[in-house]
């Protein structure tokens, strides 16, 4: 057995060691390892949570990549698209995408008796992963499209629903303007169901409906669509994706992923990438500042014994790390609290939802968490690590310590 660890194990488990003068002080570095491991362990499970949460709306909403014409306009309506495509409705040159589906967007107007809302039509037909918008449904059912007739279901916002005085089963017409003779087309609709993104680009101007109704107002036959929306198996690796497909379709379509289609959105996002780092180093900081304090008050203390195991002819680095396992050992109860503490609140709030968050700033309404197993080890072997480096150079003054002068130190 190493010397170093078991005499540094006997001395921080001793009878003694719990009634000396150190004993406060131990137990307040104790705490404040805990607490930082606690507050570190938030953090990053709320930040790398909250990053994630809000990629996967905006991708899951739609679509983790657009597929466009080249040239497309910078209009809210979509440019025609033959249906036609070797990616569709399979992509085998990029196995890393799980779904192709095409959708035709058209702007109107919403006019009811009290008010009017400009919104944008969303086109979508029977290929659309309606299981995938489920998380989004706050009342009602998806419309149920098919492939034979014009369905006059629509799928509405609740912010717009609202703002308009509608809801489940209420109808509403809207209309729209053709660019050739600018005349409006009227439309009436009836509300199948209620969507909440928490996005304030989604809930204040998206409607969903049966695709068709854009291709008969824009005089396309059924094999014309807007986009194609592409879902990936990985929403972290969007962006080298995006460029895989980019050089598998033809040259005159523009592959963009919804990192860059919502540029000013993942740029706030990164803001969390970079507070976990500030944060975590403020925290381990803190731990380590403690866990030194700690080492000179023992090696003050037990001046004494220094002076005893030199006598004996015990080296200084045999010591010095005696004394680093001590700290690190007396260490270990504050990182066990801390995960206990740590992970118990990130359980709760993850099956519970405690914590809300205004979602007209965060574009979620709960906190969400999100487990990262190695982060979490990563986390608590740094901190086991860090502060063993860096107990290193307090532990120096052991070295200076003579064994005529220890022994008679009281």
Known sequence: MNFSWWFSKKI??????????????????????????????????????????????????????????????TSLNSDSLSIHQKFYPKFPQVPEIVHVQAIANKSGVIRTKENFSGVIFKGVGTDYDSIRFQKFMIKGSFPKVNKDSIVDEVLLSKKIADEMKLDVDSSF??????????????????????????????????????????????????????????????????????????RNIPYNLFAESATATFAQIND??????????????????????????????????????????????????????LFINYALFIMLPGLIAGNVIGLGILFIQKYFGIVKLPAENYYLSIAPVYFDINSIILLNVGALLVSAIVLLLPSYMISKITPAKAINFR
């Open 12 to 73: 921080a488990l001793g009878k003694n060691s719990k009634n000396n003068l150190s004993s406060i002080i131990i137990r307040i570095s104790q705490i404040s390892v805990a607490l930082g491991l606690i507050v570190s362990l938030v953090t990053i499970s709320t930040g790398v949570g909250a990053r994630k949460a809000i990629k996967e709306k905006l991708a899951d909403f739609n679509g983790h990549i657009i597929i466009k014409n080249y040239n497309s306009n």
């Open 173 to 246: 017409v809207m209309y729209f303007i053709q660019q050739e003779d600018m005349k409006p087309i009227y439309r009436r609709f009836k509300i199948s169901g209620l969507f909440k993104t928490d996005i304030k680009n989604f809930d204040d101007q998206i409607m969903l409906g049966d695709i068709k109704h854009v291709q008969h107002l824009n005089r396309w036959d059924s094999s014309t669509v807007g986009n194609f929306e592409l879902f990936v198996n990985d929403v972290e690796k969007i962006d080298p994706i995006t460029d895989k497909v980019q």
């Open 268 to 321: 706030w996002i990164s803001i969390f990438d970079k507070n976990i780092v500030i944060i975590v180093f403020i925290m381990l900081f803190v731990v380590v500042i403690n866990m030194v304090m700690v080492l000179l008050i023992l090696i003050l203390e037990r001046t004494h014994s220094i002076g005893i195991l030199k006598a004996f002819g015990a080296t200084n680095w045999r010591i010095r790390k």
